[in-house]
C-alpha cells in the first residue's frame, strides 16, 4: 500500500471514529459497491429463490445468507483500491477474482462463519495475504486490547438490517392495493410462495445497503488498528517533512556552484548545516507535538462562590446543600474519567424529580376523575362545523327535515336519510347543550361527552339510536329499514327543543 495516495486522513482514532470513517466512505461510493454487490449477487440471488420457490423451502435462501463472507470479498478488493486513489471496474474484479476471493473463505464459511468480527478479520487474509501460522498470529496481535469493537458493529449492523428489512415489508403491505393474511401463525407455518418471495425480495434491497456499509466500517477498524500499532501517521509525517527538505534541482546548482567559489568560507556552511538541523528538529517537535501525538484533555470543575468564610458565619442550608452537591460532582469527575461520565448525584436528582412528576400527574388525574377539581367558571364552548365527517352547520341543513327524509326514503337512499336524521340532531343537541370537542370527533365521542356533561336529557336519550342506527348503515353496511327511520324521526319530533334560528 502506498500510504501517500491515501484520500482519508490515516490518524489514530477511537473505534467508534473509525467507524464513522467507514461511514463516510460508503456515502462517497455508494453507487459503486451497491454495483458492485448486485452484479455479483444478482444473479444467484434471483437462481435461489427459484429453487426455494420451487422447493416451497427457505433452505435455499438460507444459503445465500451462509455465503454472505464470499459476498463480501469483491467489496473489500474495491474499497482497499479506491482508498489508494485505484477504482476497479467490474471486469478487473471478475478477472481477479480468485486472488482476493478464495484466501481465507473456506474458513469463513465453516467454523469462523459465526464470528462476529468478521469484517475486521476478512481483510487478514484477502489484503495481508497470511497463511497458516501466520492468520493466528496476526489475528493475535491485531485483536489486542484495547477492543477494535467490531463484535458490536457486526450486532448493530444486524439490528439494522433488521428493522429496515421489517420496515420495508410493512411498507410493502401497506401500500399494496389487496389484503394478505398477517396472521402470526401463517407467517411461520403456512407461508404462501408469493409472501416468500416478498420477504426474500424485501431482505436482499436492504443488504442492497448494509453489506457495502458493513464491509467499509470493517475495512475503517482495519485500518485504524494498523495505524495504532505501526505509527502510519507518523510514517506519513516524517515522509512529508523529508520531501519538503529535499532541494529541488535549482537549489541543488546553486549549492554547487557556491561550494565551487573559493572565496567561501567553511564556518559559513557549517552554520547553515547546523541551521537546517534545528529546523528539522524543530519541524518534527511541532508534529509530535499536535494533537494526534499529544492529546490533552479538558476538565470544568465547579467550586463554590466564597468557599472560605473568614467571618465564620454559618452557612444556610441550602449554600450547605448546593456545596456538597458540587464537591460530590467533582469528585466522582475526578474519579470517572470515561466518557459521557455523569455525576450519580444529578442522575437521582433528575430521577427523584421525574418520580415526583409524575405522582403530582396521577394525584391530578385521580382528582379530576374523582370530581375534587373545584368549581371552575363556565367556557363558552364553541360548536364545532364537521362531526365525522358530516357537515352540521345550520345553513347546511333542509328547511323540512320530514320532506328531506322521505325523499331520500322514496329513491331507497336509507343512507342518505340517516345522515340528515343525524346532522340534525347533533346540530341542535350542540346548541342547546354545548360541550368541548376537539377536531376530528366522531359521533360516539359527542354521545359519550354529552351522556357525561348532561346526564340522561330527553334529546340525549334520543340521540343514541339515532347514532346506533348511523353506525350500522355507515359502517357495518348493515342498512336499517325505512320504517325504522321513519320511527326515528318521530321519536325525535315528539322532543321539544328551544326553537334555534337558522343561521
Known sequence: MELEKASARLAPRSPWQAVDLGTQMFRRWAWPTVRIWLAFTLLPFVLLLAYASM???????????????????????????????????????FKRWKQYALPGLF??????????????????????????DQVSQRHQVLHRAPSNRAGMLTLVLFHIEQFMGYGLLALFYTLVPWQFNLELSDWFFEQSVLQTAIASSCLYLVLCITEPLYVACGFALYLNKR????????????????????????????????????????????DHRVEDMHAEQQQIIELLAGEDYMPFETR?????KDQDNDEGEEASWWEAFWKAFFDRANDNTSTNSKPFSIPDNLIWAVF????????LWLLMKVASQVGFTGRTRKQ?????????????????????????????????????????????????????????????????????TLQRQHGKAPGIEVLQPV?????????????????????????????????????
Open 55 to 93: 422447493l416451497e423451502s427457505w433452505w435455499p435462501l438460507v444459503l445465500f445468507w451462509w455465503f454472505k463472507p464470499m459476498w463480501e470479498r469483491p467489496l473489500l478488493a474495491w474499497y482497499s483500491h479506491a482508498l489508494f486513489a485505484e477504482e476497479l471496474t467490474l471486469k478487473t474484479l
Open 107 to 132: 474458513a469463513q464459511l465453516t467454523w469462523r462463519r459465526l464470528s462476529p468480527s468478521r469484517s475486521f478479520n476478512t481483510a487478514i487474509w484477502q489484503l495481508e495475504g497470511a497463511r497458516g
Open 227 to 270: 495505524t495504532w500499532l505501526e505509527g502510519w501517521d507518523l510514517q506519513l509525517g516524517l515522509t512529508r517533512i523529508g520531501k519538503r527538505r529535499k532541494p529541488n534541482g535549482i537549489a541543488a546548482a546553486l549549492l554547487i556552484g557556491m561550494l565551487a567559489l573559493p572565496f567561501s568560507e567553511p564556518a559559513t556552511a557549517v
Open 300 to 304: 470544568t470543575q465547579r467550586e463554590w
Open 352 to 359: 427523584w424529580a421525574l418520580f415526583a412528576g409524575i405522582v
Open 380 to 448: 363558552n364552548h364553541v360548536i364545532p362545523t364537521h362531526v365525522a365527517g358530516l357537515d352540521i352547520r345550520q345553513q347546511s341543513l333542509p328547511d323540512d327535515i320530514n320532506a328531506a327524509v322521505e325523499n331520500a326514503l322514496h329513491d331507497t337512499d336509507i343512507r342518505t336519510a340517516m345522515s340528515l336524521l343525524l346532522r340534525v340532531s347533533l346540530a341542535t343537541l350542540l346548541r342547546e347543550y354545548p360541550v368541548a370537542l376537539a377536531a376530528g370527533s366522531t359521533e360516539q365521542h359527542c354521545l359519550r
Open 467 to 503: 347514532v346506533n342506527a348511523w353506525v350500522r348503515t355507515a359502517w357495518a353496511h348493515r342498512p336499517v329499514s325505512a320504517d325504522e327511520v321513519r320511527e326515528l324521526l318521530a321519536q325525535w319530533q315528539a322532543v321539544r327543543f328551544v326553537e334555534v334560528p337558522n343561521g
